[in-house]
C-alpha cells in the first residue's frame, strides 16, 4: 500500500487547523487589546469627572460666599450703598400705603486710634509703603496718612451650608 495518497489529503486539513487556531489566537488577542484600550479611557474619562466634580464643588463654594448676606451687605457699603428707609406699597386700587421716606446714610466713624495701638508707629515698623512723611493727607486717610484700607482683623466669610 503505498502511503502517498493519504498524506496528501491530511495536509490541506492540517494547515486549515493551524490556520484557524492561529486565527483564533490573533483575534483573541485583538479583542483583549481592544478591551484594555476601553478599560484606559474609561479610567481617564473617571479621572476627569473626578477633578471636574471638584473643581464645580470649589466654584459653587464661590459662589456661595458671595451670595452671604455679610459678603452681600459689605460689598454694597463698599460700593456706598445704605439701607433703605421704610417702605410704601401700592394697593391694588392705587392708594399708596405706609409714608416712604429716604434712605440716610449712616454717619462715618471718626478714625480714632486705640488704646491697644500706638498712635504713630515708627517709620521702620510700617510694612505698607504710603507717601512720604511731608506730603498732605487726602481724605479717607488713617492716622499715619495711609489710606485706610480693608480692615486686617475682619472675619472671612462663612458659607452657608451647601
Given at each position: 500500500?503505498?502511503?502517498?495518497?493519504?498524506?496528501?489529503?491530511?495536509?490541506?486539513?492540517?494547515?486549515?487547523?493551524?490556520?484557524?487556531?492561529?486565527?483564533?489566537?490573533?483575534?483573541?488577542l485583538l479583542l483583549n487589546s481592544a478591551?484594555?484600550?476601553?478599560?484606559f479611557r474609561l479610567n481617564e474619562l473617571?479621572?476627569?469627572?473626578?477633578?471636574?466634580t471638584d473643581e464645580e464643588q470649589a466654584?459653587?463654594?464661590?459662589?456661595?460666599?458671595?451670595?452671604?448676606?455679610?459678603?452681600?451687605?459689605?460689598?454694597?457699603?463698599?460700593?456706598?450703598?445704605?439701607?433703605?428707609?421704610?417702605?410704601?406699597?401700592?394697593?391694588?386700587?392705587?392708594?399708596?400705603?405706609?409714608?416712604?421716606?429716604?434712605?440716610?446714610?449712616?454717619?462715618?466713624?471718626?478714625?480714632?486710634?486705640?488704646?491697644?495701638?500706638?498712635?504713630?508707629?515708627?517709620?521702620?515698623?510700617?510694612?505698607?509703603?504710603?507717601?512720604?512723611?511731608?506730603?498732605?493727607?487726602?481724605?479717607?486717610?488713617?492716622?499715619?496718612?495711609?489710606?485706610?484700607?480693608?480692615?486686617?482683623?475682619?472675619?472671612?466669610?462663612?458659607?452657608?451650608?451647601?
Open positions: 500500500m503505498p502511503s502517498g495518497p493519504s498524506t496528501a489529503a491530511r495536509t490541506p486539513f492540517v494547515l486549515l487547523v493551524v490556520v484557524l487556531l492561529g486565527g483564533g489566537l490573533i483575534s483573541l478591551l484594555n484600550q476601553g478599560s473617571k479621572n476627569e469627572t473626578t477633578e471636574l466654584l459653587q463654594r464661590d459662589v456661595d460666599d458671595y451670595a452671604a448676606p455679610d459678603a452681600l451687605e459689605r460689598r454694597a457699603r463698599e460700593l456706598g450703598m445704605v439701607p433703605g428707609g421704610s417702605p410704601a406699597f401700592l394697593g391694588p386700587d392705587g392708594k399708596v400705603l405706609g409714608e416712604p421716606s429716604v434712605a440716610a446714610a449712616p454717619p462715618k466713624p471718626s478714625p480714632t486710634p486705640t488704646a491697644s495701638a500706638p498712635a504713630d508707629p515708627p517709620p521702620a515698623a510700617t510694612a505698607s509703603p504710603g507717601p512720604p512723611a511731608g506730603a498732605a493727607a487726602g481724605p479717607g486717610a488713617g492716622p499715619t496718612g495711609t489710606a485706610a484700607g480693608p480692615d486686617p482683623t475682619a472675619t472671612a466669610p462663612t458659607t452657608s451650608g451647601r
